[in-house]
């Protein structure tokens, strides 16, 4: 916003400020510290609350662990509600925590890790990430398929470090050549 004042004796007076403006007043993230996991793996979480201006936002807050598996003929997914647990995000607007993923089949897929949190301008503030689950027997992770996909465990790694990669292919039972250049 800015702002011109003229004085009595015909001086310009400038100001300018910024205003952030949006349709709530509590912004939520959530972040998987890991982006592929096997059953009975600890997924270790960040969630966050701030407020419009980035300050921290105290918060109680509803944490739900949703299965997704992509359904071909309503190309849509159909949801499931693993696991549902309240988290108080304290003054500092960060919590730190966890979840463990059921060992067996019923985890095997992508799951939504949700937040939902009452906003002080009404209605809920929502956020998400997805991650993977699977283990080498598992055949499917019932995503939408499109072409060949790798999922690394992680974003970076150290030298020396061994990555976990899952390869998601629309062609069951199909030959893939895959190669590491490190040049």
Do not use: C
């Amino acid at each position: 916003i800015e702002a011109t004042v003229t004085d009595k004796s015909r001086r310009n007076i400038d100001a300018s400020d910024t205003l952030v403006v949006g349709r709530k007043a509590l912004q939520l993230g959530v972040d998987a510290k890991a982006h592929l996991y096997t059953p009975g793996d600890l997924v270790r979480m960040e969630i966050s609350a701030q407020t419009a201006n980035g300050d921290p936002a105290p918060t109680s807050a509803t944490l739900s662990v949703v299965r997704l598996r992509w359904n071909n003929e309503s190309k849509s997914d159909e949801a499931t509600t693993l696991a549902t647990q309240r988290v108080d995000v304290g003054s500092s607007g960060v919590l730190l925590t966890s979840w463990r993923v059921p060992a067996g089949s019923d985890a095997v897929g992508r799951l939504r890790l949700l937040v939902e949190a009452g906003d002080p301008f009404g209605g809920i503030s929502r956020t998400w990430t997805e991650v993977l689950v699977a283990d080498e027997k598992t055949p499917d992770v019932y995503v939408k398929h499109q072409g060949l996909q790798l999922v690394a465990d992680r974003s970076q790694y150290e030298v020396g470090e061994t990555a976990r990669v899952l390869l998601i292919s629309e062609w069951p039972q199909a030959w893939a050549w895959h190669w590491i250049d490190s040049g």
